[in-house]
């Protein structure tokens, strides 16, 4: 198996730490607000690499944080008169609900950096002691400058850095030694949560944490750490040197960086208004969609999102659906219950498009010609079931499309039609659970219904839906 490894810039060949275990780390998301498909996107493309390493047989340790405590965070709970915990509990709630609706597999451990403020403290006296931190009026900044390889994973060197402005500072305050060297502990402000240390009540940098909970829960080295490609530096870069500075050993085998995501060709930013988050996509189509359009690029590759882009997802995502339901439906009328000798043959010929799902995945993680190896697979089965197949040639079918299909986390295996007087049932008593002002009870008939393919849209005029 190829993994493209940020660090060396090439595809190297993975061997793991530990003889058939993945100890992975993936950088979450800061939570002030729901998701946007931005965040989405390393979502699904590392939960498929797990899943890819899990069907390979491997036994995948795979931890992904939450970021709770942030200026972002802190300005909205401002803004909203609550604490900092209620902003950032509600937002953890709610990426959650998008995630099942991804698909996305709960990680082994989701971490808290509120929680883990603890070994931060120990990390960074740690770094003091052995001269790579120091404290200015109660701030404490990492030297980077001690550090010699600093800039190995972006590639940046740290005169360039010095001599390139500003814009490539980590920041530049005067008290700093030099200004590259960035924060690892600051003194909190007025209304800001804030942690007892040996320096003074403040809170965390951003870096440190991401460092201390890979520590707490992986150990001190881990085989593959993953994020967007925005996190190269300085945060990842950064934690490479404050690992490494702390632990005496390196600290990731293999680093991944997914690609950036565009609206309709442009960067997606609130200031453009083409900022889109998961829920809102939700309302339009089932997030098994969104899905199969983030993998229908490799992960690498920019990607750009479009309705054009997910329409061609939706009718692609169709075409291996509406293949199982046939298989389904000739299991219902199927005559003979084994395989004969001729149906053996044809069923071992699909051996041929496993083998193609395989070396696309082996070949870091291609999932474009992966999703490719599934649509051969289906159009075979199209071709050669039909009702005098027997049930078995049948239900191996079907066991093998379905079992493909959730290596890349793509729900094939449609639930039962609801009937619309269910339907719309459940819409009045949704509306009863708004008027009540039981917005949770609301909130779990409206997941209920997309659980189900029901996508619901408020209007003046009421309540419409429609099937995903």
Not at 22 to 48: E, L, Q, S, W
Not at 91 to 108: F, P, Q, R
Not at 214 to 219: A, D, E, R
Not at 249 to 265: G, Q, R
């Amino acid at each position: 198996m190829k993994v493209f490894n940020t660090l060396s810039k090439k595809k190297e060949e993975f061997i793991p730490l530990e003889e058939g275990k993945v100890k992975m780390y993936v950088c979450g998301p800061t939570v002030y607000n729901f998701i946007h498909i931005g965040n989405a996107r390393p979502m699904i493309v590392f939960d498929t690499v797990r899943r890819y390493f899990e069907y390979k047989g491997y036994e995948v340790n795979f931890v992904s944080n939450f970021t709770d405590v942030d200026d972002k965070i802190i300005k909205k709970a401002i803004e909203e008169g609550v604490s900092a915990q209620e902003i950032s509990q509600r937002y953890i709630e709610e990426c959650k609900k998008d995630m099942a609706g991804m698909n996305v597999k709960s990680a082994t451990k989701h971490p808290l950096a509120t929680e883990e403020i603890c070994g931060m403290v120990e990390m960074i006296e740690d770094l003091i002691e052995k001269g790579y931190a120091y404290e200015k009026n109660g701030t404490v900044y990492f030297r980077t400058r001690k550090f010699s390889e600093y800039g190995k994973l972006s590639h940046k060197n740290l005169d360039d850095l010095r001599s390139g402005g500003r814009s490539l500072l980590v920041s530049g305050e005067d008290e700093k030694e030099d200004p590259l060297d960035f924060v690892l502990w600051k003194p909190k402000k007025e209304g800001e949560p804030a942690w007892e240390s040996p320096w003074c009540d403040g809170r965390p940098g951003w870096h440190i944490e991401c460092s201390v909970m890979s520590k707490k829960y992986l150990g001190e080295q881990i085989d593959i750490h993953a994020g967007g490609e925005d996190l190269v530096f300085p945060h990842h870069e950064n934690e490479i040197a404050q690992s490494e500075a702390s632990n005496g050993k390196e600290f990731a085998k293999y680093w991944m960086h997914n690609a950036f995501l565009n609206i309709d060709n442009r960067k997606m930013s609130k200031s453009l208004g083409n900022f889109r988050t998961v829920r809102e996509i939700s309302e339009q189509y089932d997030l098994q969609v969104l899905r199969f359009f983030m993998l229908s690029a490799h992960y690498r590759s920019p990607l750009n999102f479009s309705a054009d882009l997910m329409e061609a997802s939706k009718n692609g995502l169709e075409r291996i659906v509406n293949a199982a339901d046939n298989l389904k439906h000739l299991l219902g009328v199927a005559q003979t219950e084994k395989m004969t000798g001729e149906e053996q043959d044809k069923f071992e010929r699909t051996q041929e498009y496993v083998a193609a799902f395989e070396a696309a995945m082996d070949d870091d993680f291609n999932t474009a010609d992966a999703v490719a190896a599934i649509f051969d697979l289906v159009k075979y089965s199209n071709t050669t079931a039909d009702a005098a197949s027997s049930k078995e040639y049948l239900q191996n079918l079907l066991d093998l499309i379905v079992k493909l299909a959730d290596v890349l986390g793509l729900i094939v295996d449609k639930k039962e039609e609801l009937l619309d007087a269910e339907i719309e049932k459940l819409i009045e008593e949704r509306q009863a659970a708004r008027k009540a002002k039981d917005f949770a009870r609301a909130d779990e008939i409206r997941d209920k219904l997309l659980e189900m393919g029901i996508i619901l849209k408020d209007t003046r005029e009421g309540v419409q839906w429609k099937k995903a």
